[in-house]
C-alpha cells in the first residue's frame, strides 16, 4: 500500500521518526458474536434451537498510518476468540467420521448440539477512510493463528441412517452414551484468513465505539476434513470501545 | 463534501453483521427415505386364512427386504391384497391394497421416495406353512452368505420344511458393522468357521468395538447367532432390545445337542473396559420356548433382559459352564426343562416362540467380557416331541 512504500529504506533515524511521527495508536476492547457456519444455510438444518452467547473477547492494538488527508492504512495485532455454541434441528444432514482407519457414514435427522471455539493472533491490515474525525471505515484482509481451538458436540433426539437413506434406521437419545458425540478438533485449520469491515465512532478526543464484522475466506477445517458436506466459515461481527492512545 | 452521513455509515456496517449472524431457513427437504414400515391385510374370514390375528400384522425393520406373511396351507391368496405403511411423502408401486395373485410366488413392490431420489424394493410373499415332518431338525450352519446390502459380514439361513431358506437366523453383526464397517468378514463378531466338526461351523469372537464403538459405551461385542431378529433401531440406546429373540415354532422341543469348543480370554473388562483379572469368560448356549402373546392376543417378544426371565417362559435348555474345552470338541446334549404345560392348541396356532442362542460371552449382552473370548459351535440337533 501506497502508505507503506514512502517508508524509508536509508533515511536513518530521524526519517523513521518522521514516518511514525503522525502514526495513530488505538487500543481496542470488543465482544464478539457470530458463527462458525457454511456459506448460505443449508436447506438440512432447519430450526435455531439454542444460541448460548459465548467468552468472545477481541482485544489489541492498531496502528493508521494516514497516506493522506482521508485515507490511511491500519496494521494491527488483535487476541481474541471466535467461539459459538449453537443447538440446531437437522434434517437428513449427511456426516461421515473416520477414525482410526474406521469409518461410519450416515444420514442424520434429529438435533444437533455444536460448540466451536478459536482463540487466535489476528493480524488485520485494512485500508481507512476518514470521513470527519469522529467517523472511520476500514476495509480489509486479515490472517489469524491458532493458539487453541476446538469443535465437539453431539447428536441426539433423533435417528440415523446408516450409509444413506435407505439403509438401517438407528435411534439416537439424549444420554451421553446413547447419543453421537464428535470432536473434531484435530482437524481445525491452524493459519486463517479472511475480510474484515468495520467502522470507528470516537465521540471524544480519546474513547470511541467500534464496529466490525469479520467473514473468514479459509474453512474452519483443513481441507482433508470429509465429515462434514458444507465448508464451515468463522463469520463474527465485534463491538467494543476504542482508546486512542497515540 | 459529505457522500454519507453518519445513520448510514452505521446502519451498513448494522445490515452487515445482522447479515453475518442471523440465519435464513430454507424450504425443508423432502424426504429422501423409502420404507415399508407395516405391512398388514384384512381378511373377512381370519381362521380361514391365518392361524392367529398377530400373524396379519407385521413390523417391519429398516433392514428388511422380505416381508412374509405366514398362513394357513390351504389359504387362499390368488387375489390377496396387503396395505403398506410408508414413509410420510413416498410412493409405492404397485399401490397398498391393490390384489395381486401371490400364488405364484412373491410379488415385487417398489417404494420412492418423496424426493424422488432413492427407492427400495421389497419382496412380499405369503408363505403357506409347511410343517416339519420329522420330529428332529437338523442346524448344521451351512448355508450362509455375504449381507445383501454391504457384502461386509455373514448371514446364516435356515432350512425349512419344504428345503427352501429361511431368515430366521439372526446376529449382532450389522451393529458392529456401523462402528467396523472397514472390517473383513472374519473380523466380525460372528462369523464362518471353515472346518467344522462336520463341514462348516459358526465361529464367535468378543470383539472389540473400536474407538466408535467405545464412544458409544459399548467397548464389546460377543459374537451371537440366535433364532430371532436382530432390530437395530433401539441398539444405541437399549441395546437389550435389539435382540428380538424367538420365531413361531409349532412342535413342542425336547432336546437340544450339537458340538462346541470354548477358548476364553483375558482380561475380563466391564461395560466401561474396566479390567477385572478375578474374572474368566464363559460361553453361553441355550434355548426358550415361550408364549408370544398376551391374554387379549396382543404379540409379546423376549428381549436381551429377559429371555430368561420372563413369566410368559414355557421351557429353557441351557449348557452349563460353558468353560476351556483346550481346543476339543465337546457334545452338549440337554433336555429342556418345562415349567409350565404346553396347551396343543396354542402351539398349532403358532403362539409360541422357541429360539435357540449362542454367544462367546455370557455377560455380552451388558458388554462384558473379554476380547477374544472364542465359541465355535456346530452340528446342532432340536429334538421335538413326536406327533401322533
Same mark, same amino acid.
Given at each position: 500500500?501506497?502508505? %507503506?512504500?514512502?517508508?524509508?529504506?536509508?533515511?536513518?533515524?530521524?526519517?523513521?521518526?518522521?514516518?511514525?511521527?503522525?502514526?495513530?495508536?488505538?487500543?481496542?476492547?470488543?465482544?464478539?458474536?457470530?458463527?462458525?457456519?457454511?456459506?448460505?444455510?443449508?436447506?438440512?438444518?432447519?430450526?435455531?434451537?439454542?444460541?448460548?452467547?459465548? @467468552?468472545?473477547?477481541?482485544?489489541?492494538?492498531?496502528?493508521?498510518?494516514?497516506?493522506?488527508?482521508? %485515507?490511511?492504512?491500519?496494521?494491527?495485532?488483535?487476541?481474541?476468540?471466535?467461539?459459538?455454541?449453537?443447538?440446531?434441528?437437522?434434517?437428513?444432514?449427511?456426516?461421515?467420521?473416520?477414525?482410526?482407519?474406521?469409518?461410519?457414514?450416515?444420514?442424520?435427522?434429529?438435533?444437533?448440539?455444536?460448540? &466451536?471455539?478459536?482463540?487466535?493472533?489476528?493480524?488485520?491490515?485494512?485500508?481507512?477512510?476518514?470521513?470527519?474525525?469522529?467517523?472511520?471505515?476500514?476495509?480489509? @484482509?486479515?490472517?489469524?493463528?491458532?493458539?487453541?481451538?476446538?469443535?465437539?458436540?453431539?447428536?441426539?433426539?433423533?435417528?440415523?441412517?446408516?450409509?444413506?437413506?435407505?439403509? &438401517?434406521?438407528?435411534?439416537?437419545?439424549?444420554?451421553? +452414551?446413547?447419543?453421537?458425540? $464428535?470432536?473434531?478438533?484435530?482437524?481445525?485449520?491452524?493459519?486463517?484468513?479472511?475480510?474484515?469491515?468495520?467502522?470507528?465512532?470516537?465521540?471524544?478526543?480519546?474513547?470511541?465505539?467500534?464496529?466490525?464484522?469479520?467473514?473468514?475466506?479459509?474453512?474452519?477445517? +483443513?481441507?482433508?476434513?470429509?465429515?462434514?458436506?458444507?465448508?464451515?466459515?468463522?463469520? $463474527?461481527?465485534?463491538?467494543?470501545?476504542?482508546?486512542?492512545? +497515540? | 463534501?459529505?457522500?454519507?452521513?453518519?445513520?448510514?455509515?452505521?446502519?451498513?456496517?448494522?445490515?452487515?453483521?445482522?447479515?453475518?449472524?442471523?440465519?435464513?431457513?430454507?424450504?425443508?427437504?423432502?424426504?429422501?427415505?423409502?420404507?415399508?414400515?407395516?405391512?398388514?391385510?384384512?381378511?373377512?374370514?381370519?381362521?380361514?386364512?391365518?392361524?392367529?390375528?398377530?400373524?396379519?400384522?407385521?413390523?417391519?425393520?429398516?433392514?428388511?427386504?422380505?416381508?412374509?406373511?405366514?398362513?394357513?396351507?390351504?389359504?387362499?391368496?390368488?387375489?390377496?391384497?396387503?396395505?403398506?405403511?410408508?414413509?410420510?411423502? &413416498?410412493?409405492?408401486?404397485?399401490?397398498?391394497?391393490?390384489?395381486?395373485?401371490?400364488?405364484?410366488? @412373491?410379488?415385487?413392490?417398489?417404494?420412492?421416495?418423496?424426493?424422488?431420489?432413492?427407492?427400495?424394493?421389497?419382496?412380499? /410373499?405369503?408363505?403357506?406353512?409347511?410343517?416339519?415332518?420329522?420330529?428332529?431338525?437338523?442346524?448344521?450352519?451351512?448355508?450362509?452368505?455375504?449381507?445383501?446390502?454391504?457384502?461386509?459380514?455373514?448371514?446364516?439361513?435356515?432350512?425349512? @420344511?419344504?428345503?427352501?431358506?429361511?431368515?430366521? %437366523?439372526?446376529?449382532?453383526?450389522?451393529?458392529?458393522?456401523?462402528?467396523?464397517?472397514?472390517?473383513?468378514?472374519?473380523?466380525?463378531?460372528?462369523?464362518?468357521?471353515?472346518?467344522?466338526?462336520?463341514?462348516?461351523?459358526?465361529?464367535?469372537?468378543?470383539?472389540?468395538?473400536?474407538?466408535?464403538?467405545?464412544?458409544?459405551?459399548?467397548?464389546?461385542?460377543?459374537?451371537?447367532?440366535?433364532?430371532?431378529?436382530?432390530?437395530?433401531?433401539?441398539?444405541?440406546?437399549?441395546?437389550?432390545?435389539?435382540?428380538?429373540?424367538?420365531?413361531?415354532?409349532?412342535?413342542?422341543?425336547?432336546?437340544?445337542?450339537?458340538?462346541?469348543? $470354548?477358548?476364553?480370554?483375558?482380561?475380563?473388562?466391564?461395560?466401561?473396559?474396566?479390567?477385572?483379572?478375578?474374572?474368566?469368560?464363559?460361553?453361553?448356549?441355550? /434355548?426358550?420356548?415361550?408364549?408370544?402373546?398376551?391374554?387379549?392376543?396382543?404379540?409379546?417378544?423376549?428381549?436381551?433382559?429377559?429371555?430368561?426371565?420372563?413369566?410368559?417362559?414355557?421351557?429353557?435348555?441351557?449348557?452349563?459352564?460353558?468353560?476351556?474345552?483346550?481346543?476339543?470338541?465337546?457334545?452338549?446334549?440337554?433336555?429342556?426343562?418345562?415349567?409350565?404345560?404346553?396347551?396343543?392348541?396354542?402351539?398349532?396356532?403358532?403362539?409360541?416362540?422357541?429360539?435357540?442362542?449362542?454367544?462367546?460371552?455370557?455377560?455380552?449382552? /451388558?458388554?462384558?467380557?473379554?476380547?477374544?473370548?472364542?465359541?465355535?459351535?456346530?452340528?446342532? +440337533?432340536?429334538?421335538?416331541?413326536?406327533?401322533?
Amino acid at each position: 500500500m501506497s502508505a %507503506w512504500a514512502i517508508m524509508p529504506n536509508d533515511g536513518g533515524c530521524q526519517n523513521l521518526k518522521n514516518f511514525f511521527r503522525n502514526v495513530e495508536g488505538y487500543g481496542r476492547l470488543g465482544y464478539s458474536i457470530g458463527g462458525t457456519a457454511p456459506m448460505g444455510m443449508p436447506s438440512e438444518i432447519r430450526k435455531l434451537n439454542k444460541f448460548i452467547l459465548q @467468552p468472545n473477547v477481541a482485544f489489541g492494538a492498531d496502528f493508521i498510518k494516514p497516506a493522506s488527508e482521508r %485515507w490511511g492504512v491500519l496494521a494491527g495485532i488483535h487476541f481474541e476468540n471466535k467461539a459459538m455454541h449453537i443447538d440446531a434441528d437437522v434434517k437428513s444432514y449427511h456426516m461421515e467420521v473416520t477414525q482410526d482407519g474406521q469409518s461410519m457414514e450416515g444420514v442424520f435427522t434429529g438435533k444437533n448440539d455444536s460448540h &466451536a471455539f478459536q482463540w487466535t493472533f489476528t493480524i488485520p491490515i485494512q485500508a481507512v477512510f476518514k470521513f470527519s474525525d469522529k467517523w472511520k471505515l476500514k476495509f480489509g @484482509p486479515y490472517f489469524s493463528y491458532l493458539t487453541s481451538c476446538g469443535f465437539d458436540g453431539f447428536a441426539y433426539d433423533g435417528y440415523i441412517r446408516v450409509n444413506d437413506p435407505t439403509g &438401517a434406521k438407528v435411534l439416537l437419545g439424549t444420554d451421553e +452414551k446413547e447419543r453421537g458425540n $464428535y470432536d473434531f478438533k484435530d482437524d481445525v485449520r491452524k493459519v486463517q484468513w479472511g475480510m474484515g469491515l468495520g467502522v470507528d465512532y470516537f465521540f471524544a478526543r480519546r474513547f470511541g465505539i467500534y464496529a466490525d464484522l469479520n467473514w473468514g475466506l479459509s474453512g474452519f477445517f +483443513k481441507s482433508s476434513f470429509k465429515t462434514l458436506d458444507q465448508t464451515l466459515y468463522p463469520i $463474527y461481527g465485534t463491538i467494543g470501545i476504542a482508546y486512542r492512545f +497515540k | 463534501m459529505k457522500f454519507f452521513n453518519h445513520n448510514t455509515i452505521v446502519a451498513v456496517a448494522l445490515v452487515a453483521l445482522a447479515t453475518a449472524t442471523t440465519s435464513c431457513f430454507k424450504d425443508e427437504p423432502l424426504n429422501a427415505e423409502c420404507d415399508i414400515e407395516k405391512a398388514w391385510v384384512h381378511v373377512d374370514d381370519l381362521e380361514a386364512s391365518f392361524y392367529n390375528a398377530n400373524d396379519t400384522l407385521l413390523n417391519v425393520l429398516s433392514t428388511e427386504d422380505k416381508i412374509v406373511f405366514t398362513m394357513r396351507d390351504d389359504a387362499d391368496v390368488t387375489a390377496f391384497a396387503p396395505q403398506f405403511k410408508i414413509t410420510a411423502g &413416498a410412493t409405492i408401486t404397485p399401490t397398498s391394497g391393490s390384489a395381486h395373485d401371490f400364488s405364484k410366488g @412373491p410379488v415385487t413392490y417398489i417404494v420412492t421416495s418423496q424426493d424422488g431420489k432413492w427407492s427400495r424394493k421389497y419382496s412380499v /410373499s405369503c408363505n403357506r406353512m409347511a410343517r416339519y415332518t420329522t420330529s428332529v431338525i437338523d442346524f448344521d450352519f451351512e448355508h450362509f452368505e455375504l449381507d445383501k446390502d454391504y457384502h461386509k459380514f455373514y448371514v446364516w439361513h435356515n432350512v425349512l @420344511p419344504d428345503g427352501s431358506l429361511g431368515n430366521d %437366523w439372526a446376529t449382532g453383526n450389522y451393529g458392529f458393522y456401523i462402528a467396523n464397517s472397514n472390517s473383513a468378514a472374519n473380523e466380525y463378531p460372528t462369523f464362518v468357521l471353515e472346518n467344522g466338526y462336520d463341514g462348516h461351523g459358526v465361529q464367535f469372537v468378543t470383539r472389540d468395538t473400536g474407538p466408535m464403538g467405545h464412544t458409544f459405551g459399548k467397548p464389546i461385542a460377543a459374537g451371537n447367532l440366535f433364532l430371532g431378529k436382530f432390530n437395530m433401531l433401539a441398539g444405541l440406546m437399549q441395546p437389550l432390545k435389539a435382540t428380538e429373540f424367538g420365531i413361531p415354532f409349532t412342535q413342542k422341543p425336547i432336546r437340544l445337542s450339537g458340538y462346541y469348543q $470354548y477358548s476364553p480370554s483375558a482380561p475380563f473388562t466391564d461395560k466401561n473396559f474396566v479390567e477385572h483379572p478375578e474374572r474368566i469368560d464363559a460361553g453361553d448356549i441355550y /434355548s426358550v420356548l415361550y408364549i408370544n402373546h398376551d391374554r387379549n392376543g396382543n404379540p409379546i417378544v423376549l428381549y436381551g433382559d429377559n429371555v430368561l426371565s420372563s413369566d410368559n417362559i414355557v421351557a429353557v435348555a441351557r449348557v452349563k459352564n460353558v468353560n476351556e474345552t483346550n481346543g476339543q470338541w465337546v457334545k452338549f446334549d440337554i433336555e429342556y426343562e418345562y415349567k409350565k404345560d404346553i396347551n396343543p392348541d396354542i402351539l398349532a396356532n403358532r403362539g409360541y416362540n422357541l429360539t435357540i442362542v449362542f454367544s462367546s460371552s455370557i455377560e455380552g449382552a /451388558s458388554f462384558e467380557g473379554a476380547v477374544g473370548s472364542t465359541l465355535k459351535v456346530d452340528m446342532v +440337533k432340536l429334538t421335538c416331541e413326536e406327533k401322533e
